[in-house]
């Protein structure tokens, strides 16, 4: 990352233009006045979400990491599609089918809302405590500075606050409103970038041909060179998608059931589509610059050596906007955790006008912890692999029983569990990081978390079937 990439001064204007058009839209729409007293618009945009809006929305959210893709597909090849594509939708199948419409038809806003409303306060607390790490949007705001340094030479940090900054202003103005609007702008551009630059790479370059013959063959298997194990856990991982607060935040905003589950039905077209676009510019990537030091930086690079002015001003928006737009929503969401759910929630007096002054306060908070873990972070892939590994086998099935008083936990056993399989989730992560050796037993940290999860889950459930 200690490169800079020459661009030409119509690319950097280009940057601006959409930089100004952006905040424009966010702020244009935290004028509105309902916005700013009811909370119910501020958190939810007032519960009206059409279709095309829910999938803007959601797809452009839930697709930030482009360098982390890139990264990865560098690296392993199409292995990224079964790693960071194939796992998500199977999961975000089952939410459509069985846990949208379910979560429209409650009254609430966040997945905080199910944990106290079932388990308690303590339960709450726990979880929204997980919930506040999860949606942390660190490896988007890396992404971020990544790019700033890049383009512009800018210190890592002062590229990662500056992103942060942007994204910020207009949610602390208009909440959730300006978050969809905004999401609306950045799904057109994300997607006309990123189909503008393949076809440029097939025309000049060739097709399947040239990849096979220019890329390692081992980028044409289904796991890259990886160990089964290692895909695997990102299967298990992607079991996160169930108690994605961003999916479940759609959810509660949108019009009726039907929009919520025919929404992710869509969503999940659109990002196997983008999935295979970006795929496929990340495997030109590795035949085009194979010698290129820090992959994270492989999309810019390619962009910046093989674009003309303007077609690649409009490939780096492409880049920009598909990460502001995950940064934005997080933001947003780990605002409402921090703010609302953690803080709010346990006040002893309170009332619904100040939901959004804690609201606000939280998203300064959880910005400024964003910056500061991705700029201690040195690899996209790794935030999201250390932070899914420790907030999944802790929250995935005490949450998802919420949905049935047949199947919840006892109150004591949720806070047990979610404390017992995060907690060894993550000391085993550590000292996989730290100690000699690697993972204990060479086993990946999440799986002795889910395990511990199960356990519990199935201890917790005998003890109201015995009735003791």
């Known amino acids: 990352m200690d490169q800079t990439l020459s661009l030409h001064p119509i690319d950097v204007g280009i940057l601006i233009i959409y930089a100004a058009t952006q905040m424009y839209v966010g702020l244009r729409l935290a004028r509105r006045r309902d916005t700013q007293e009811n909370a119910t618009s501020f958190l939810l945009d ?10 803007a929305s959601l797809v452009s959210t839930w697709y930030g990491g482009i360098l982390g893709v890139g990264e990865y597909t560098y690296k392993y090849g199409i292995s990224n599609w079964l790693v960071f594509g194939v796992p998500y939708y199977l999961w975000a199948g089952v939410f459509a089918a069985k846990l949208a419409a379910k979560a429209r038809r409650t009254p609430f806003v966040s997945i905080s809302d199910h944990l106290y409303e079932s388990y308690g306060r303590p339960a709450g607390i726990v979880g929204t405590s997980l919930i506040f790490v999860m949606t942390l949007p660190a490896a988007y705001m890396l992404m971020i500075g990544v790019i700033f340094k890049l383009f512009f ?15 910020v202003v207009y949610i602390y ?9 905004t999401d609306i702008l950045q799904f057109v551009v994300m997607f006309g970038s990123f189909a503008l630059i393949l076809p440029f790479c097939v025309f000049k370059f060739g097709g399947l041909g040239f990849l096979i013959k220019m890329i390692p063959a081992t980028h044409f298997t289904w796991h890259g060179g990886n160990s089964v194990q290692y ?6 991982i992607a079991t996160a998608t169930l108690i994605e607060p961003a999916f479940y935040q759609r959810c509660y905003a949108a019009k009726s059931e039907a929009v919520a ?20 510019i990340g495997l030109y990537a590795r035949a085009l610059l194979p010698n290129l030091a820090d992959p994270v930086a492989a999309f810019p690079v390619l962009g910046a ?10 490939f780096f928006v492409g880049m920009f906007t598909t990460i502001i737009s995950t940064v934005d929503s997080y933001a947003f969401l780990a605002a409402i955790a921090l703010g609302r759910d953690l803080i709010w929630r346990n006040l002893r007096h309170r009332t619904e006008s100040t939901v959004q002054f804690w609201t606000r306060f939280g998203l300064w908070i959880s910005a400024g912890l964003a910056v500061g873990l991705a700029i201690y972070s040195e690899s996209v892939v ?9 907030g999944a086998p802790a929250l995935v099935l005490p949450l998802l029983a919420t949905f049935s008083e047949k199947w919840r936990l006892p109150r004591p056993w949720a806070v047990i569990s979610m404390l017992t399989a995060g907690g060894v989730s993550l000391n085993w992560l550590l000292l ?8 204990p037993l060479g086993i990946e940290p999440i799986i002795p978390g889910l395990f511990i999860s199960i356990a519990l889950y199935y201890i917790g459930r005998r003890k109201i079937v015995d009735g003791s």
Do not use: N, Q
Not at 231 to 236: A, P, Q, S
């Open 382 to 390: 790794d935030l999201w692999h250390d932070l899914g590994t420790i």
């Open 305 to 314: 050596e093989l674009l003309p002015p303007v077609i690649a001003g409009l």
């Open 231 to 236: 895909v695997l856990v990102w299967y298990i």
């Open 432 to 439: 996989g990081k730290f100690a000699p050796g690697g993972y």
């Open 261 to 280: 589950r025919r929404g992710i039905w869509i969503s999940i077209m659109c990002w196997c589509l983008f999935d295979f676009l970006t795929t496929s």
């Open 46 to 55: 007032g519960r009206r979400l059409t279709v095309p809006a829910f999938v």
């Open 153 to 167: 030479g800018w210190p890592l940090w002062i590229g990662v606050a500056g992103g942060a900054l942007l994204s």
């Open 173 to 181: 103005l208009g909440g959730f409103r300006s978050v969809i609007r």
